[in-house]
Structures are given as C-alpha cells and as structure tokens.
C-alpha cells in the first residue's frame, strides 16, 4: 500500500496542547523494561514475564498490518481482481451506477470537460453527456440547492464539492433542505443525493483549503456521513451511497487519491452504516477514519514490535455511528483510542466519546483517549502543519499510556 | 375599469327572463369565452408582452371567486385561531395576493411545479390541499399535510405538485432551478414556478440561480411576488433598484397586475409557453397583503392604516372579480353572498374537525428522520435500530 504518511519521529511529540501524550521519559524506561522481559517462540508465543502486558499477549501477531491483496482475495475468492488506484475506483464505482440508472446525474465544478480536478469524473462527461455531468459555476449555494430540488423529483444527483471546504457556503441548503425535507413534509419528498468531495489536510495547502466539515455536518439531523479510506471501500461506498435514498455526505481525502489496491472484478456494495475491522487484537480498540487509518497502522507496526495486540477499527460511517461493531470491540479490550483528524472540539471524536461512554462505560477499564488535530487553522509551513495532526509516534505513546 | 364585451347568451337572456333562475345557471355553467381587459397593461423587459385581453369563460371566473373567497376565509379564520393560540410559533397570511394563487393554477396543470416561501397556506390549497391538512397542520395535528411535524412553514403536497412551504428567505430559489432541471432532463415540457418576495430578491442565491437557469436553458419561471414590504422594509429602501422584474439583466420580465386574477393568468400561460422554448423569464407580481408580514407583526407600524383600506378599497382581488361577475350577469348578489357564505361554512367545519385530530404520537419524532430501507431508522444519531439489507 501507498505510505502517505510522514515518517514517525522518533523526538518527542512537540509541546503543544495538553490532549496529546508526550513521549514521557518514564514510558521509554517501561519500554527498555519490557524489551528485556520479551521472550518470542518460534511458534509465535510470547513468554511471559511479570508484566501483566506480556501475560495478555499470548498470541504476537507477527504480520503488523493485513495486507490488501489477502484481504481482497478473502473478498473475491477465485478471481484476481484488477489494481487500481482510489480516484478511479471512484470513477468506477459512479460509472457502474450511471449506467445501472439513468437517474444518476453528477453536478460540480469543472467535472464535466476538465475530468474533474481530482479526475473522479475523468471521462465522464464524453461518455454520458453534458447535462449527466454538468459543469456548473462557481455557486456552491446554488448548485447544492439545485441538486436537492432535483433530487426531490426522483433524480439522483451527486454533487461534487471542489473541496469540502468551499461546501461551507452551501452549509443551508445541506442542513435545511437537505436534511429536514424528508422531516418536514412528512415523508413526501425523499432526498437520495449524495455530496462528496475532497477534505482533509494536504500538503501545505494553506488553512482554508485543509477543512474538515465533517465535524460541523454531524449534528444535522436526517443526513448520513461516510468517510472512505481505502479504493475497496470507496467504491463500494460510492455505489452504495447513490442507491441510498438518504443524503448521504461522502467525505474523501485530499491525500488519498493515488492510493493502489487491488480491487475484486465483480460489482460489490458495501454497507453504509458499517465499520471495517483492519486488524483484530486484544489489548486495546483503536477508532479512526479517512487518512488517519494509514498512521494508525504505521504505528501500529511498531505497538506489535513492541509486544501491544492493538485492535484497528476504520469506523467509515460517521454519522450513524456503528456501535454494534464499536461495542462489541470495546467489550472485548476494554480500552478505548480514537485517532482522527478532525478538531478537538465538537470533533467526531468527541461525539464517539460521548456516545461509547453512554453506551459502554461499564465495559471500560481506562477514561477513553480521543488525539486529534489541534484547534488550530492549518497553517502553511510545513512543520507546523505536521505539528497540527496527530502523528504515529503520538499514537504510540498514547497506546503505551493506556495499557500501562 | 373598462370591458369590452360579446354580446353572450347570457346578456340576450337576462331580456327575456329576469325571475327565472335556472336558465341562467345555464349559462353560468357555460364555457363561452368572455375576453376581458385587464387593469393595466404589461410592461416588459426584454420581451414583447402579451396582449391585455385574456380569454376566460363564466365558469372559470365563478371558480375563481369561489377558490380566493375560500382562501380569504381560511387566511382570516387562521388570524383567529393564532389569536387563540391554537397556532403557534409563525404565521404568514396571505389574505390580499389571493390572486396570484389562483390566476396561477389558471394557467397551468398540476404536473407542473410550484415551489414558494414561507407565504404558502394559499397556494396549498391552489395544488389540491384540503382544508382539514391545512388547519391540522397549522395547528399541529396528525391529519396535517405534513403530518403536523412541518408547521406553517413547510406545507408540501407531492401529488399536486406543490413543493412546499421554505422557512429561510431566498433558500427555495435554487431549489426551484432544481426542479426544473428535472424536468429538463426528463424533458416532460412541464415548467417550475418558483415563487419569492420582494425581501428575498436581493439575495445573492437568486442571482446565482438564475445565470444557471439561463445558461442551461432551464423551464423556470421565477416569480416575484412583490407587496412591497420586505417585513417591516419598504421595498425602496432594500433595493436600489426596485423594478424586479428588470433585475434579471439577461433574462427576460414581465410586469403583472398581481391583484387582477385574469392578469395572473395570462401572464403565466405566457410566461410557460416562454419557458419552455427560450428558457428562463421573471415575473413582477404588483401585489399587496393586508395583514402584517406575519401574525406577529401589526402591519401598521411601516404603512399606515389609510394605504391598506386604500388597497382594498380599490384593488381587492375578490371585489374585481365580483364586479366582473356581476357586470357579466352570470350571477347576481345573492349568490355570490351564499358562496361566501358556504366558504365560511367549509372553513367553520375544517376547523372544527381538525381540532378533533389528535396531536401526533411520540414515535413520530423519529419517523421520517430517514428514508426506511437502504437507511436506517434512527432512535438518536448513535444507536441503530434495524440493520440495513443490501440489494
């Protein structure tokens, strides 16, 4: 898989803000202490010492991360599948159902004649016309509201936000019409739009153009938010993201475009509200979404050296929430960590918060971490915009902390 | 006001048989064309306008006095029932532009759209709503349209072709546009009305809207319905420019009488054959309403008393047509009186009726929430209720 992801500082993390764990000098003394205990067998047995960590990690997980093409043949089954990279599982997943339904319509900026600015829509418009893939101008407002009126007659319109960012100004249409139309008329009008678009932090793209809005979006009430993270999971969310009858907010990441993956031949729909398991373990549940996925596996690679069975949960669905997945997780390593890149506050972490300690609280053994991005704009140079998000190394020692 | 009339059955009858009053429900119910002048003439911008004579027959101009005394009726037992506090919350009125609703439904089917603001018990009732879902609806029952979960705001009918009922000012327009770029992309040859007020004509989403509505040719026709009073603003004091249906540079307008039911109609018969050859066109609806901007607001702290009795004195939309019925012989004052009369009747029994609807159940906060089936039903954000089955 594509490593996006920066390389993990081995210094400290920077001294920003109190919710992000330093590299304590004590926690590195308890690692040297472990080291010296860790007895690995042939068979993958962990000897164990005095520690209560090594006696939970009976089982050392000696492959850090399930690689794609393992889990793509679990998927598929005999056939290969073919490689390709995430934008064009997107194209291909909004090609598939463009023709599957003639209802299906795109609508943005520059989608039509450029192919997109991402080249989702690469093609597109040569194939099906200019009026399934409009260009519009640059009136998000407007074009926003124009895809919900359609939608309300029976077309299934899909609107693309050049950036997530720049959906800021339709952000009444989304929530008012968008949300509560199906609501207020008493279930006559349904909405089946979906609004995807890049967000997300790139590199140094400047404060206004590295939003993520999916931490505003969540409290509107009659929409649902997806996030992809992988080209498997993205084009099945996109197909199933315009089947839905829901409005559905597909949010993408800026980063994440280039990614390659082999992905099954057969037409395949994912489950919206669903999370994916990426790598079981024992001793705590990570949650994380979108890009922050990839630096949770690199740090996931060092937790397994380290002697740390971490479970990887990618939540994908962010508004619902999957708590059946979340829950039976947490019920199973009682510890919770969530890695995202949304802001501190009224982030979607803070939400998961609240809502695993509603619902499981007595199933936790330690107050749940949340690391996210600082409440920050995203600033040009570069360190500082390292600084901003949460980096693998912060997650290592957020793991440590919460195992201890 | 000036009428140039045929010489119709009707005026040959009443010679030679003044008593007898079933011969003239004869040619009441008669659809032998009257052509009628309107008030004023149209005034356009970027178009020829139409001519001022319309073509209407004794039983149109009978349902138009039967359908605007209906809704004056509904609008002034609405007041009373605020007043109550039996509605609550916000209540626009829309007693005055009666006929805009009407002259508009003249014209057009019920396949194509109409999407208004927040001014939109009338029209409603124009698309085929009753009265019950209306006062239940207003007064938050189960029967209402929206099954009493919309309020004033947002009543919709989707069999009728009434897309609602917008609570924020301006927000319809672009979804106006979109209901026409449906309809162009079906290319069924219906046409959207979208429908907007003097306030919300110097929003920027209008404009928006509009360049794509002409640039993609789209069958809208956006309607302002001018009463000149944003609120509490006079219009020259929000607009620079006024003349709204100019304001759309590019893209044709047209001026209309909006208190001249007859106008309404000719106007959009017009304005439809417009849109859905050459895309696009405005039109200004001159109208005015006499209750305040909503029952909050007493309507007479930015116009005075003497302005609104002027209006209705001398330009009330249900007088007009009166008169023309009257003039026309296709039914004397007793009538008109009794069909007022029955109006008030209906109306008494909707409301009576709908105060006996029960108030919505409990479970109901969270239907609709989400579209059942590739969603989820939702008790609160987080928790799910039923698994999703894929297709």
Known sequence: M????????????????????????????????KRNFFVVRSDGKCYTGLNQQQRRAQNVVTNAVATKEEKASAAVGSKPGHELLLFEALREGLEEEMDRDPCVCVMGEDVGHYGGSYKVTKGLAEKYGDLRVLDTPIAENSFTGMGIGAAMTGLRPIVEGMNMGFLLLAFNQISNNCGMLHYTSGGQFK????????????????????????????????????????????????????????????????????????IPDEE????????????????????????????????????????????????RSLKPFDLYTIGNSVKKTHRVLIV?????????????????NENFHDHLDAPIVCLSSQDVPTPYAGTLEEWTLVQPAQIVSAVEQLCL | MALSTHRTTTALLRHLTPAISYLRHISTDSTST????????????????????????????????????LMRRMEIAADSLYKAKLIRGFCHLYDGQEAVAVGMEAAITRKDCIITAYRDHCIFLGRGGTLLESFSELMGRKDGCSKGKGGSMHFYKKEGGFYGGHGIVGAQIPLGCGLAFAQKYKNDENVTFTLYGDGAANQGQLFEALNMAALWDLPAILVCENNHYGMGTAEWRAAKSPAYYKRGDYVPGLKVDGMDALAVKQACRFAKEHALKNGPIILEMDTYRYHGHSMSDPGSTYRTRDEISGVRQERDPIERVRKLLLAYDIANEKELKDIEKEARKQVDEAIAKAKESPLPEPSELFTNVYVKGYGVESFGADRKEIRAALP
């Open chain 1, 340 to 356: 995202e890149e949304c802001m501190r506050t009224g982030g979607i972490g803070a939400s998961l918060t609240a809502a695993i």
């Open chain 2, 34 to 69: 009257i052509t009628v002048e309107t008030s004023v003439p149209f005034t356009g911008h970027k178009i020829d306008p139409p001519s001022r004579s319309v073509d209407t027959t004794a039983q149109e101009l009978m349902s138009f006095f039967r359908d605007m005394a």
């Open chain 1, 191 to 262: 909405i089946p739009i979906v609004i995807r678009g890049p967000g997300g932090v790139g590199r140094q793209l400047g404060a206004e153009h590295s939003q993520r809005l999916e931490s505003y979006f969540q409290s509107i009430p009659g929409i649902q938010m997806v996030a992809c993270s992988t080209a498997y999971n993205a084009k099945g969310l996109m197909k199933a993201a315009i089947r839905s009858d829901n409005p559905v907010i597909l949010f993408e990441h800026v980063l994440l475009y280039n990614l390659k993956e082999r």
């Open chain 1, 268 to 315: 395949y729909v994912l489950n919206l509200e669903e999370a994916e398991m990426v790598r079981p373990g024992e001793h705590v549940t990570i949650l994380t979404y979108s890009r922050m996925r990839y630096h949770v596996m690199q740090a996931a690679k060092t937790l397994v050296n380290n002697g740390y069975d971490p479970e990887v949960i990618d939540i």
């Open chain 1, 2 to 33: 594509a490593a996006i992801v920066q390389g993990i500082g081995s210094t400290a993390a920077p001294c920003a803000s109190s919710n992000k764990f330093l590299l304590s000098s004590l926690g590195s003394s308890l690692l040297e202490k």
